[in-house]
């Protein structure tokens, strides 16, 4: 047999720790980074799903309030031709003597105008009696229709701009979980470099090489995991 070579040995006993020690850490960085990697994706997916349910909802309240919307314009033309209705209504038992306003009205039920205000809506009837609380028919600086007056309101329009003002938040829900979603996003690419610099550094034959691609692997970690700590989580 041939003899060995003595300082062939030497050198590669040499080489090898160095070897060793940084192919485990290099499989230790490079086991962090798949478990933040994974966290990482978990996240992505739950804010996807956080701006997708947003954007359902937003939408959803967004048809409702144009119902709404819809629903109480029909309910205003309602109290307008109920309004002038009683107005035509009013002239006519004046003109013919059945009733006397000069005091203020008050609604008789055996005259006509009487039965048309008792056929007001209940919304409607409350900004009438205030309405006619001024003394309209006497009164200058009294507001010239019922529809003027604080008390009218329709409840269908409070509800349609409720739904319209939660379809606005629910957009901005979508926008705020569509950026964690790419911070998620982003994250994973910071710690695709460490697996690059960490797989890089167990092919490097000096040893100078070797350290250097660990510690960017290292120092991409360490960004990767303060970043982390910053981006909301959704549970």
Excluded: C, H
């Excluded at 911070?183 to 797989?199: N, P, R």
């Excluded at 092919?203 to 350290?211: D, Y």
């Amino acid at each position: 047999m041939p003899d060995e070579d003595p300082g062939a040995e030497t050198a590669a006993e040499e080489e090898r720790p160095s070897l060793d020690w940084v192919d485990i850490l290099a499989t230790v960085i490079m086991a962090v980074a798949a478990l933040f990697t994974a966290w990482s994706a978990f996240q992505s997916d739950q804010w996807s799903d956080n701006m997708a349910f947003s954007l359902n909802a937003a939408g959803a309240a967004r048809t409702e309030s144009s119902r709404a919307f819809t629903r109480a314009g029909q309910l205003s033309q309602i109290d307008v031709a109920s309004y002038f209705g009683w107005v035509d209504a009013l002239q006519r038992d004046l003109a013919a003597g059945d009733i006397d306003v000069s005091e203020g009205y008050v609604p008789d039920a055996e005259t006509v105008s009487g039965f048309l205000y008792g056929q007001f809506r209940p919304e409607f009837a409350v900004a009438m009696d205030a309405w006619l609380a001024t003394r309209p028919f006497a009164n200058p600086d009294a507001p010239e229709t019922p529809f003027a007056m604080p008390e009218y309101e329709v409840a269908e329009t409070a509800e349609a701009e409720r739904l319209q003002q939660l379809a606005e938040d629910k957009v901005a829900e979508a926008q705020a979980a569509d950026r964690n979603d790419d911070k998620y996003v982003l994250s994973t690419i910071i710690f695709a470099a460490i697996f690059l610099f960490a797989g890089l550094s167990t092919k490097m034959r000096s040893r100078a090489g070797q350290l250097g691609m660990l510690g960017v692997a290292v120092v991409f970690l360490f960004v990767g995991a303060v970043y982390l700590v910053t981006v909301p989580i959704q549970v």
